[in-house]
């Protein structure tokens, strides 16, 4: 908590830019973004194809660093934790969905949601609880036997999302996780998103094109050419 009795953000973001060099031409990414983001906040990020959403959270995810500007997490700033540290970090506190899934093919559904608990080295009685909690949480109590290719892409994504909360992250960062889905089934899953953002207590961070996000969510941010343009609550 800050002195102040007020709560500090989860992410903080200050004037942050990234730039990519493509041979002999620089490419903006990202200008001057600012965003903060509180716990327990359910955000999407929405814009069209290269508005830089992708970049934006790989650098909230500290897959990526920016070139300038400050990041701050969990209370950290991010410039002042080595690479050792920030994979700690993206294990122990950072779920992630991706729009393509993910997920392990030899591996049962069971078996993806089981693998994160197993490299933090829970015991196995707390895993089996833990997993099947989160199957049930997600609808595929009955799939869990069934690996990926024996389920659909909106039951694949449930896995992923159940995957991401297996170790009780602080924060959920979705990219595009709708994708890859027709819209009905899209909408269940953002719908999932909201019931998860409600009884995980998790902060979601999600990426999107589809406009329809804005009602599941309590936030809503805009990006244009590498720029937040507006917020809408």
Same mark, same amino acid.
């Given at each position: 908590?800050?002195?102040s009795?007020?709560? @500090? ?7 942050v830019?990234?730039?990519y ?6 490419v ?16 999407? #990020? ?12 790989? #650098?909230l995810?500290? @897959? ?6 400050k990041?701050?997490?969990?209370g ?6 080595p ?12 779920g ?6 993910a997920?392990m093919?030899? /591996? ?8 994160p ?6 015991? $196995?009685?707390e895993?089996?609880?833990?997993? /099947?909690? @989160?199957?049930?949480l ?8 069934h690996?990926p290719?024996?389920?659909?892409g ?14 009780? $992250?602080g924060l #959920? ?5 709708t994708g ?30 589809d ?5 599941y ?15 809408r609550?």
């Open positions: 908590m800050a002195e009795g007020q709560e @500090l953000p989860l992410v903080q973001m200050e004037q830019t990234k730039v060099q493509m041979g002999r031409v620089d903006q990414a990202l200008r001057g973004i600012g965003l903060t983001i509180m716990a327990g906040d359910f955000v999407a #990020i929405v814009g069209a194809s290269g508005s830089g959403k992708t970049t934006l959270m790989n #650098i995810g500290g @897959l990526d660093r920016p070139s300038t500007g990041v701050m997490l969990f950290q700033d991010l410039a002042e934790v690479e050792a540290k920030l994979t700690e970090l993206r294990r122990d506190r950072i992630f969905v991706f729009q393509q899934f997920l093919p030899t /591996m049962s559904a069971y078996e993806n949601v089981e693998l608990l197993r490299m933090i080295h829970m015991r $196995p009685r895993r089996k609880e833990r997993v /099947m909690e @989160l199957l049930d997600v609808g595929l109590s009955k799939w869990r036997g690996r290719q024996e389920m659909s909106g039951q694949q994504q449930r896995v992923g999302i159940a995957r991401a909360l297996a170790i009780r $992250p #959920i960062l979705a990219d595009e996780p890859e889905l027709d819209s009905a089934t899209g909408r269940s899953i953002m719908a999932l998103f909201r019931e998860i953002s409600e009884h995980e207590r998790v902060t979601i961070v999600m990426t999107s094109h406009p329809a996000v804005q009602e969510v309590d936030y809503t941010y805009t990006m244009a050419d590498g720029r937040i343009t507006n917020e609550s």
